[in-house]
């Protein structure tokens, strides 16, 4: 019974929000806003379920780690800033968490997208017993990076045989590459089509198996 | 001295028995008569007294498990370069591994007492190497200075557990204050941020330095233009991730500036947010922006509001201001993910003006075929330098320019020797390469 409630809802619900490839209309305004809602209700149960509770009342009131209330506290200045005149104190904890999100951030942006990348392109073209395709690639990876870290020089005039030619070549690369990027999407956003298709199709209507 | 000769050969008939009865047929089995099976069963030194002759009862009955050989002993190492929360733990495996499908591996704290004081911390599959790090679950974590006692058992397909000796750690957990295989991130790091601010310096100093133009970037005061004389409002989208993400906080940036010039235009502004954080630090931005443009009456407090932090319930609640709104310019900016596209599109649809820009490679595809402009990856982050036209900022750039020089000579340097090493059959390139090589898990 209540599966069945289930799946007509969903289904509904589903139509609702593709009415919108026709045009913006009540039925798509109500379907919006119930999502909107609903999920931002259900975030809320959610959060205090695996953070507040576990992490922080429980820690706190069943585990005597009182230290747990500094943070505990940094959060609850969010809340001043329903308190004009103290609104100020909400600034403590952005700052806390801007601070420490870069100073965690930094190192492991260094390393995942400068030092790992470039480990990944010292590479040598050809070595012995290497299949032509493995040179060829090396090759493209290889005069295609440096290609593309030219096209991103900002502080010189894209002109001249070096940073003209080298950022026109940058160009083409990354574009190449989101091409490649694009189709790849795409299908994995036409499987998504597709199972709900077949969500529509089998469990609602019961056309297909 | 009779006695004992008589009693040789009804011990060898007792003997003889289990194994004649088996070879009679299928239709007597034997069975061990303690449950508690230990090695002893499996080196054949069974006794006639632990056996019994069992009638079968319709089927083949198979012989039941004699029992797993047990591991041996554990052995306890402090791991370097942590925070002291995890050890290495290597144990010797059964020395017979026939029948083990897994090891389970127990820890407790010494001086703890019961046997529902043992967690599972881990299951090595029997093919797999007899070591593991221990800490990784946050479920029972390694504190620091406390001593820990582990055992491991055998375990068969069946699930059934035989336990090798209880061993107490030898160490405990240290932590330390330097992760030595970060060396070659901090050398980097500090070599990357000395170049910023060598450059930062210059500008400060007064060095007048280029940048080149950027579409995208030259369209945002058009786009604002725009929907000033169309008295539409412009809808400012900082993306779906959170403060610490660089793409975020250059939208955030960005979105300063853009306000600034907003509310010098009285244009109306709409910054719907996914993130509760991000949509504070946008709000303060916001009206910090109004202010400096001395038009503090002027900010709506309604115009910066957080939405909804579920993915597509924030796209569905976008899209609907897209279209009942219509404002002129649509901004994304920031970090995206799958809804990109959905954004996009329907901001084609209500006949936006539309610039993007995000470093999520997967992302960017959808936005430059959607968009009118879009900002490339680092084009993000250098954009509120272009639109801020701070000497400073624009040193930060030129910083960032000679940290991509140095990467593109070492490519190039690579490139050289391994045509050396190929022609002068050296192996240079394995210099270079040890040079920049960091570990991948720490």
């Known amino acids: 019974m209540y599966d069945t409630i289930g799946i007509w809802v969903g289904a509904l619900f589903t139509l609702a929000i593709y009415s919108f490839l026709y045009k913006e209309n009540p039925v798509y305004r109500l379907a919006e806003h119930l999502v909107v809602g609903i999920s931002m209700g259900y975030i809320i149960v959610l959060i205090y379920n695996t953070v507040i509770l576990p992490k922080l009342l429980e820690p706190i009131f069943g585990g005597n780690h009182w230290l747990l209330i500094i943070p505990g506290l940094l959060g609850l200045l969010y809340i001043t800033r329903f308190i004009p005149s103290i609104a100020w104190l909400s600034r403590y904890p952005i700052a806390f968490v801007m601070g420490t999100g870069m100073g965690i951030g930094f190192p492991l942006t260094m390393k995942a997208y400068v030092l790992r990348q470039l480990e990944a392109a010292v590479i040598p073209l050809y070595s012995s017993g290497m299949p032509w395709h493995e040179v060829l690639g090396n090759i493209v990876m290889i005069f295609g990076t440096l290609a593309a870290l030219i096209y991103f020089f900002f502080s010189k005039p894209h002109k001249g045989l070096f940073f003209g030619t080298g950022s026109k070549i940058g160009i083409w690369v990354i ?16 499987s998504l089509l597709i199972g709900r298709i077949q969500y529509l199709m089998g469990d609602w209507l019961h056309i297909i198996e | 001295m009779r006695k004992n000769w008589i009693g040789i050969p009804a011990i060898m008939i007792l003997l003889l028995l289990p194994s004649l009865s088996v070879a009679q047929g299928d239709d007597e089995i034997l069975t061990p008569v ?3 099976l230990s090695a002893t069963v499996a080196d054949n030194s069974v006794t006639p007294d632990e056996t019994e002759l069992r009638p079968a009862a319709g089927e083949q009955l198979e012989e039941p498990d004699p029992g797993l050989d047990i591991p041996g002993i554990v052995t306890v190492q402090n791991k370097p370069n942590d925070a002291g929360d995890q050890l290495i733990v290597s144990f010797e495996p059964a020395v017979n591994s026939e029948g083990i499908v897994t090891y389970n591996i127990y820890r407790h704290i010494a001086e703890e007492e019961g046997e529902d004081t043992w967690n599972l911390v881990k299951i090595v599959l029997a093919i797999n190497p007899p070591e593991f790090i221990d800490g990784y679950d946050p479920e029972y974590p390694i504190e620091p200075g406390v ?13 059934d557990e035989f336990f090798g000796p209880v061993c107490t750690a030898e160490v405990v957990s240290k932590g330390e204050w330097f992760h030595t295989d970060k060396t070659r991130v901090l050398i980097a790091g500090l070599l990357f941020i000395l170049l910023i601010f060598y450059y930062f310096g210059k500008a400060q100093r007064g060095t007048k330095m280029y ?4 579409a995208g970037i030259e369209a945002i005061d058009e786009a604002i233009g725009r929907a000033t004389e169309m008295g539409k409002p412009i809808l400012y989208v900082p993306g779906i991730s959170t403060i610490s993400d660089v793409a975020t906080i250059a939208s955030i940036t960005i979105l300063g500036r853009v306000a600034k010039k907003i509310a010098e235009y009285q244009t109306r502004l709409i910054v719907p947010n996914y993130d509760p954080i991000v949509y504070t630090v946008a709000e303060e931005v916001v009206k910090q922006a109004y ?23 924030y796209v569905a609640g976008v899209n609907g201001i897209m279209m009942r709104d219509k404002p002129a310019t649509n901004f994304y900016l920031g970090m995206f993910y799958a809804e990109s596209l959905i954004l996009a599109e329907t901001g084609s649809l209500s006949g936006a003006i539309q610039i993007a820009g995000t470093d999520a490679v997967t992302q960017l595809p959808f936005f430059i075929t959607t968009c009118d402009y879009t900002l490339i990856g680092e084009e993000l982050y250098a954009a509120s330098a272009y639109l801020g036209h701070e000497p400073k900022q624009i040193g930060a750039v030129k910083g960032q320019d000679a940290c991509k020089a140095i990467i593109m000579s070492l490519i190039t340097l690579a490139l050289v020797l391994g045509i050396l090493d190929l022609v002068a059959n050296t192996h240079t390139l394995n210099w270079l390469r040890d040079l920049v090589t960091v570990s991948i898990v720490e």
């Open chain 2, 291 to 313: 202010l400096e443009a001395g038009r503090p009456d002027s900010y709506d407090p309604d115009s910066v509001f957080f939405m909804t932090q579920s993915q597509f319930a």
């Open chain 2, 211 to 214: 940048l080149r133009p950027i």
């Open chain 2, 147 to 159: 001593l820990y006692e582990y055992r491991v058992a055998s375990v068969n397909a069946d699930g």
């Open chain 1, 175 to 190: 574009m190449l590459g989101f091409g490649a990027t694009f189709g790849f999407t795409v299908m994995g956003r036409i």
């Open chain 2, 34 to 36: 303690d449950d508690n």
